[in-house]
């Protein structure tokens, strides 16, 4: 943009991002969406005026005083196998970028930071896995991947950081989730997109992109003491599934030690993937899918539990595989040291997870 003066830059810049029109670029993905945007504007401003030079050149040339008589044209397949192929072929280009910049805002690095947010009317609850929770607002690193799990308590909201170029439905019932990393520290716009009830135009906050040095201050300042993982631990044992879930070979529940993110047979032959879907939907309805080998036994908790304490039994569940406890641990790290270690189940190391850890026959890594 060497050519155009800085100051009528700077100008059209800040009239653009000012009038909401088009906020400003912070995600690693936000060009590439830019991209597309406006290759699909340029596309369609390029239509409109061949149709448009068109309509006029035509309607002067064989206007009614050159040509009183009208001729009759029979077709002609050449030209319309012409504009049959182009525009399939545009649309094609289109199609195939688009699904590509798809797969990449849906299909999060497996290293990903994992965010939970619970849409409810009228407020966005965001709960860290290291225990922060906030409201209508969200805090993050600069540069690291993030991947947010979505759910509503009632009904139907939209999730959207325009800076960031992303929107994800949050489904009572469902977990769905999101990917972005944000490229520059600032303050940008967060919103519920769907029209929700009465309050719905105040269902808006801010999302926070700080440095990596900032946020840990931050994380390490905003901590209630106790992680996801250890709430629901706790709730484990208050809501009685340690009774059943014992971990020994006894135990009339399966072992959930290194269940997370394993391929399980079903009594009926199918398999399943342990996924925070398949943890929340066994402890809600316990005898929709049954593991083989075991009698559909276990009680449902529906209407005694709520998203959030959903949300930290499963973080539990999580936890008690080696891979996971140690990314959260390393996640906590930087917090640990700020503070005292606190005493208690919170101390214990990988390998003292407080079920009896027996490895479960009949499970795979997928
Ligand atoms: C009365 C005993 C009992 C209680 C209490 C119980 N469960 Fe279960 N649980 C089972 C049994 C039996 C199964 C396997 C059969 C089935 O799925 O119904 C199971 C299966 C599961 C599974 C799926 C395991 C797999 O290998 O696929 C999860 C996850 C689970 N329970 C979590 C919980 C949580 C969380 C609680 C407490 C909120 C709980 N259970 C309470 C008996 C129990
Ligand atoms: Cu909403």
Redesign the pocket.
């Known amino acids: 943009m060497s050519h155009i003066s800085p100051v009528l830059w700077e100008f059209l810049v800040h009239w653009l991002e000012h009038f909401a029109i088009f906020p400003p670029e912070a995600s690693t993905i936000a060009p590439y969406a830019d991209a597309l945007y406006f290759a699909l504007v340029g596309m369609t401003i390029t239509g409109l005026v061949l149709v448009m030079s068109m309509v006029l050149f035509f309607s002067l040339r064989y206007r009614k005083e050159r040509h009183p008589e009208a001729v009759q044209i029979e077709g002609s397949t050449l030209l319309e196998a012409t504009w049959t192929l182009i525009p399939l072929g545009i649309f094609l280009v289109f199609f195939v970028w688009g699904a590509l910049l798809y797969f990449r805002v849906y299909n999060p690095p497996p290293n990903s930071m994992n965010v939970y947010v619970v849409g409810k009317q009228w407020m966005w609850k965001v709960e860290h896995p290291g225990g922060q929770h906030e409201i209508d607002a969200l805090h993050i690193p600069e540069g690291v991947p993030i991947q947010l799990t979505l759910i509503s308590q009632d009904v139907f909201h939209s999730f959207s950081i325009p800076a960031f170029r992303v929107k994800r439905e949050a489904i009572p019932g469902r977990y769905t989730s999101v990917y972005f990393e944000a490229t520059k520290p600032g303050k940008y716009h967060l919103f519920c997109t769907q029209y929700c009830g009465t309050d719905h135009s105040a269902m808006i906050g801010w999302v926070y992109v700080m440095t990596p040095a900032d946020y840990s201050k931050w994380k390490a300042g905003n901590t209630s003491g106790a992680s996801l993982a250890q709430n629901?631990e706790r709730?484990?044992a208050v809501?009685?599934?340690?009774?059943?879930?014992t971990g020994t070979s006894q135990a009339?529940?399966?072992?959930?030690y290194g269940?997370y993110n394993t391929r399980?047979r079903?009594n009926d032959g199918s398999t399943?993937i342990?996924n925070d879907a398949?943890?929340r939907e066994?402890?809600l309805n316990?005898?929709l899918?049954?593991?083989a080998g075991?009698?559909?036994?276990?009680?449902t908790?529906q209407g005694q539990?709520s998203e959030d304490a959903l949300i930290d039994?499963v973080e539990?569940?999580k936890s008690l595989s080696s891979n996971y406890r140690l990314q959260q641990m390393m996640n906590k790290s930087d917090l640990d040291s700020a503070q005292p270690a606190p005493i208690g189940p919170a101390n214990q190391g990988a390998g003292a997870a407080p079920l009896q850890i027996v490895p479960?026959p009949g499970?795979s890594k997928p």
């Open positions: 629901g709730l484990f809501m009685g599934c340690n009774a059943c879930h009339r529940g399966p072992n959930l269940l399980i079903m399943m342990a398949y943890l066994k402890i316990p005898s899918h049954v593991p075991y009698v559909p036994i276990m009680p908790f539990i039994l539990y569940i479960t499970v």
